[in-house]
Antibody, heavy 126, light 112 residues
């Protein structure tokens, strides 16, 4: 069974840092692109960042560029999101999601996402 | 950024009746490779989103055939032929032809 389990969320003060993790199982992690999508309380879905299967192609939303860093460790079947300089508007549930299709090419993002984790909650507040 | 606009934003449906959700994009989602990169997701209460439809009209594995997607270019529709109680939640369309991925505002479906 394909499974994605996020962890690392919590309460952090504005300006602080947090590192989210996503543990993958049930599929060949190294063949797939991976993504982070967030959902602020009571709001819709917002794409955050994506990474290709071999980490060659990485993309960020403008709202997090320069503050967040996506990475992966294929040997550990894990995806990460390092979040620095956190702001109140970063408060959200953060979902890890597997990319569909060929995860290796520059245009892997065409294929959207097919499986999502349960999410981890990040609260930025003083 | 491509703007995705869904209508209606909420829908109350009698079980067994059909339902339809519209999604319009501010730019064409048709790629030169012939594919149209439009996806539909359902977020049931308290759960993460789940993929229903990919590339306009292809049902994802395990999705009941009462769900169907159609459309082209900038206008798309998700139809549920006979709504069941388990179909309640918020439905989102999403485009992936261009970064950033953008989602519609969501359509909340409830049962009468």
């Amino acid at each position: 069974e394909v499974q994605l389990v996020e962890s690392g969320g919590g309460l952090v003060k504005p300006g602080g840092s947090l590192r989210l993790s996503c543990a993958a199982s049930g599929f060949t992690f190294s063949s797939y692109s991976m993504n982070w999508v967030r959902q602020a309380p009571g709001k819709g879905l917002e794409w955050v960042s994506s990474i290709s299967s071999s980490s060659s192609y990485i993309y960020y939303a403008d709202s997090v560029k320069g503050r967040f860093t996506i990475s992966r460790d294929n040997a550990k079947n894990s995806l990460y999101l390092q979040m620095n300089s956190l702001r109140a508007e970063d408060t959200a549930v953060y979902y890890c999601a597997r990319g569909s299709g060929d995860g290796a090419t520059q245009y892997y993002y065409y294929y959207g996402m097919d499986v999502w984790g349960q999410g981890t909650t990040v609260t930025v507040s003083s | 950024d491509i703007v995705m606009t869904q209508t209606p934003l909420s829908l109350s449906v009698t079980p067994g009746q059909p339902a339809s959700i519209s999604c319009k994009s501010s730019q064409s989602l048709l790629h030169s490779d012939g594919k149209t990169y439009l996806y539909w997701y359902l977020q049931k209460p308290g759960q993460p989103p789940q993929l229903l439809i990919y590339e306009v009209s292809n049902r994802f594995s395990g999705v009941p055939d009462r769900f169907s997607g159609s459309g082209s270019g900038t206008d798309f529709t998700l139809k549920i032929s006979r709504v069941e109680a388990e179909d309640v939640g918020v439905y989102y369309c999403m485009q992936s032809i261009q970064l950033p991925w953008t989602f519609g505002q969501g359509t909340k479906v409830e049962i009468k």
